[in-house]
T-cell receptor
């Protein structure tokens, strides 16, 4: 009964491929996020959605497209994968006000070869 | 959003209190101080947060100075499992929602 679950946990793929990472939260939260943690371990926010509406869209290449079919899901689709996309991607969610706690998933390790 | 400054790394003996400092000298009156930690290969985990008053929960205590320009996270009896990177974050604006700095790498040693 993991609160924020991501699949797959590990993904190795070739340059130029298109891949998706799925995220689901069973906490009933209305805001979901994607974060990227690169090899230098900096954790950077990429997107946030509130009630299926895009709220934050950082300077992320448009090869990255988040999709929120419903409040409980926020999937990350990446087109034309590049070596620099190799990172750990974390999904997270939060309920209500901006000050509320954010809960993170366990991460998806993406390696582009 | 106020910026935070934390030491790059700290060591602590097992069973001792770990005191992790954070400077946030430009914090504004409505910004909260949050602490998260990230144990190796796991997602970040919420620890505690506060606005003005000191806070305590089952994991840690948060001491915020009266001028709110700095704070200290206290793990009262550190264990080996507390070895992690600890992030101090201040935020209120939705556009700066939970932005992480470099954090402090705490190593608890036997």
């Amino acid at each position: 009964d993991t609160a924020v679950s991501q699949t797959p946990k590990y993904l190795v793929t070739q340059m130029g491929n298109d891949k998706s990472i799925k995220c689901e939260q069973n906490l009933g939260h209305d805001t979901m996020y994607w974060y990227k943690q690169d090899s230098k371990k900096f954790l950077k926010i990429m997107f946030s959605y509130n009630n299926k509406e895009l709220i934050i869209n950082e300077t992320v290449p448009n090869r990255f497209s988040p999709k929120s079919p419903d409040k409980a899901h926020l999937n990350l689709h990446i087109n034309s994968l590049e070596l620099g996309d190799s990172a750990v991607y974390f999904c997270a969610s939060r309920q209500g006000e901006i000050g509320n706690t954010i809960y993170f998933g366990e991460g998806s390790w993406l390696t582009v070869v | 959003d106020a910026k935070t400054t934390q030491p790059t790394s700290m060591d602590c003996a097992e069973g001792r209190a770990a005191n992790l400092p954070c400077n946030h000298s430009t914090i504004s009156g409505n910004e909260y101080v949050y602490w998260y930690r990230q144990i190796h290969s796991q997602g970040p985990q919420y620890i505690i947060h506060g606005l003005k008053n000191n806070e305590t929960n089952e994991m840690a205590s948060l001491i915020i100075t009266e001028d709110r320009k700095s704070s200290t996270l206290i793990l009262p009896h550190a264990t080996l499992r507390d070895t992690a990177v600890y992030y101090c974050i201040v935020r209120v604006d939705y556009r700066n929602d939970m932005r992480f700095g470099a954090g402090t790498r705490l190593t608890v040693k036997p």
